[in-house]
């Protein structure tokens, strides 16, 4: 298990604001403010 929880903290933040905003439009997510997604994504260690 220790193996995933690795890759998994490696994979975190491994895709920029401006991909996941993309991504956000196509699949009809509502909008959020530059802020607003930081928020969201970050995580405290």
Sequence with gaps: ??????????????LP???????MKAHNFPSLTETQLKEKLSVSR
């Design 1 to 14: 298990m220790k193996n995933l929880i690795d890759l998994h903290l490696y994979l975190d933040v491994s």
């Design 17 to 23: 604001y401006p991909t996941v905003k993309k991504l």
